[in-house]
């Protein structure tokens, strides 16, 4: 049973407007109990986003990419993470954003996406909604080599992995993305029945 908070937003600071809006809230939340606490907390705001996983259900791969994250790198990781395509949808429809961004990152114009659900993937600390897809991809599909946007930063490689080796990668941590988690185990669930 879903409760609707009572809260009172008391007071905002911007702290940080650099790569996105970094902002403290005092806020007062009414309890179950009906009393009213104090609380401030720091969120981070950088849009909403989509991601999708292609598979071959004939091939039984998937299409994932591998490019470097300094958060992943400060927290103990190599910072090269494998993960689904995905991107900030800046001001387009979950639909039209992914279709752009699949192609950019892996070079491949799929025809039919299909919406599985979305999620809020830190909201302790962070506003984003993430609109999670899948879709078929096929070896006609592709149109270019995909990868990098040098202009935005990125330097991103395309990995064609067997689905089972992607599960295994799962288990073994060499995939650790929780958004690339949840779509693998999406597919196992209800498209690639055991090999």
Do not use: C
Request: hydrophobic fraction near 40%.
């Amino acid at each position: 049973m879903t409760q609707e908070p009572t809260v009172r937003i008391e007071n905002e600071e911007l702290l940080s407007d650099n790569w996105y809006i970094l902002k403290k809230v005092q806020f007062a939340l009414q309890l179950r109990n009906g009393d009213w606490q104090q609380q401030t907390r720091e969120v981070y705001d950088r849009g909403n986003g989509a991601t999708i996983l292609l598979y071959n259900l004939t091939d039984r791969t998937v299409l994932l990419t591998r490019q470097f994250r300094i958060p992943a790198f400060m927290n103990g990781h190599s910072g090269y993470m494998i993960e689904a395509a995905a991107g900030l949808l800046d001001n387009a429809s979950p639909e039209e954003r992914i279709r752009a961004e699949v192609e950019e990152e892996t070079g491949y114009r799929i025809r039919d996406v299909r919406k599985i659900f979305d999620l809020f993937m830190s909201p302790g600390s962070v506003t984003e909604r993430v609109h999670f897809f899948i879709g078929e991809y096929k070896p006609e599909e592709k149109v270019s080599d995909g990868g990098s946007l040098a202009h935005e930063g990125e330097d991103i490689e395309v990995l064609e992995l067997g689905f089972e080796q992607a599960l295994a990668m799962v288990a073994s941590g060499e995939i650790m993305d929780g958004k690339t988690v949840l779509l693998l185990q999406y597919l196992q669930l209800h498209l690639m029945t055991p090999a």
